[in-house]
């Protein structure tokens, strides 16, 4: 069984695979991938990969027409069906370069933010989690720490709290303002 690091590493060697000019005969099922490299204008789109203890998570981008947004379920299937095809992609070469399979399970729906750039295009920007199946045994994200003070800071670390205090002084009054009515 392997490990998580090496889980985590062939990951994302996996997702390096899918650079825009690691190969140009690679199919991952991205928009720029449609069309001719020279004469048709290029679709900017691509995505990212980053980790969360036993998490994977997959950030998209691209920019799309803002007709192409509506309706709104067939965008938002649309940008899930894209993620699918980049999981499906990363599992693929993960399986090429490790000889072993990996499961990748979705914590819940894409989340998807639009941002207009124009009247016409908008830029689309979305993440998705994935439960890296075989990486259960890692520590939870925002466990507690156990480290204390080291012990010649900790005096100094107390003295200088209790020198704050909650207490006003009785120096602090405010003066009244004379034009406020009633005072």
């Known amino acids: 069984m392997a490990s998580i690091l090496d889980i ?3 990951l994302n060697q996996a997702a390096a695979n899918g650079y825009d000019s690691y190969e140009p005969d690679v199919e991952i099922g991205l928009k720029r991938e449609e069309g001719h490299p020279i004469l048709d204008t290029r679709v900017i789109d691509g995505f990212r990969v980053r980790f969360a203890a036993d998490k994977m998570i997959i950030t998209y981008q691209s920019e799309m027409r803002i007709k192409d947004i509506h309706p709104r379920n067939r965008f938002e299937n649309e940008i899930e069906n894209k993620i699918a095809d980049i ?19 979705p914590v819940g729906d894409a989340d998807i933010l639009v941002q207009t750039t124009s009247r016409v295009h908008s830029w689309v920007q979305a993440t998705k989690q994935y439960t890296i199946g075989g990486a259960e045994g890692t520590d939870p994200v925002r466990q507690i ?16 709290l209790e020198l704050s205090s909650d207490k006003k002084s009785p120096n602090d009054k405010a003066s009244k303002n ?6």
Request: hydrophobic residues 25%; proline residues 7%.
């Open 8 to 10: 985590v590493k062939g």
């Open 87 to 105: 999981v499906k992609f990363i599992k693929k070469e993960y399986k090429n370069l490790t000889k072993s399979s990996v499961s990748l399970t």
């Open 145 to 160: 720490s156990d480290r204390s003070i080291d012990k010649p800071y900790e005096k100094k670390f107390k003295d200088f």
């Open 178 to 183: 004379p034009e406020t009515p009633g005072s």
